[in-house]
C-alpha cells in the first residue's frame, strides 16, 4: 500500500516519507468501528494522550505526517495524513473538535463522556492513572490512499 501510494504521491512522501501503522482504539470491535466513520467521512479527527505514543516508543505526528491505518485483524485500509495538530489538556477540547472526531451524538459532553472512560481504561490497561490534565494531541487529517477512499479538495466532485 505504501508503495502504491509513494509512486502516486511521490512529493507527499519526499515531505513527510516516516510513517506508523496502527489502528484506532485499544480493541478489535473498537479499531473497526473507528475505521467503519473514517471510511464513511463522518471522522476526521483524532485525540490520543502524549503518554501513549511514549509508551509505544513513537514520536507524537507532526503536520503532513502518514499513518497506514488497519483494521481490527491489522489489515492496512488506508493511508491517512496529519493536516492540523494541537497539544493541549482534556478541558481544551472544544465542539468543532468533538464534531469532526464523528464519534457517538458528535457532541462535546458525549466526547467527553466517551474519551473519560476510554483514557481510563487505557492508562489503567499501562499501569498508570489517567488525569485531566495530561497531554492529549488533537490530531485533525485527511484520508490520502487509495484514491477511491481519498478526500477529495473541495469543489472537486
Not at 497506514?68 to 481544551?92: K, M, Q, Y
Not at 481504561?121 to 490534565?133: I, M, T
Request: aromatic letters at 10%; hydrophobic letters at 40%.
Amino acid at each position: 500500500m505504501w508503495d502504491a501510494y509513494a509512486a502516486a504521491r511521490p512529493e507527499a512522501v519526499a515531505a513527510s516519507p516516516e510513517y506508523t501503522v496502527e489502528h484506532f482504539g485499544d480493541s478489535k470491535r473498537l479499531a473497526n468501528e473507528l475505521l467503519g466513520l473514517v471510511l464513511s467521512g463522518r471522522k476526521r479527527a483524532t485525540a490520543e494522550l502524549v503518554a501513549d505514543f511514549i509508551a509505544r516508543g513513537d514520536q507524537v505526528p507532526r503536520i503532513g505526517s502518514h499513518w497506514i491505518a488497519c483494521d481490527g485483524d491489522g489489515v492496512p485500509r488506508i493511508i491517512i495524513r496529519s493536516t492540523e495538530l494541537r497539544l493541549g489538556p482534556f478541558t481544551s477540547a472544544d465542539s468543532a473538535f468533538a464534531r469532526d472526531e464523528g464519534e457517538d451524538d458528535l457532541t462535546l459532553e458525549s466526547w467527553q463522556r466517551e474519551h473519560r472512560r476510554y483514557w481510563t481504561r487505557v492508562a489503567a490497561a499501562a499501569g498508570r492513572e489517567w488525569s485531566e490534565d495530561d497531554e492529549i494531541v488533537f490530531e485533525r487529517f485527511e484520508v490520502v490512499w487509495p484514491p477511491e477512499q481519498a478526500d477529495r479538495p473541495a469543489g472537486h466532485l
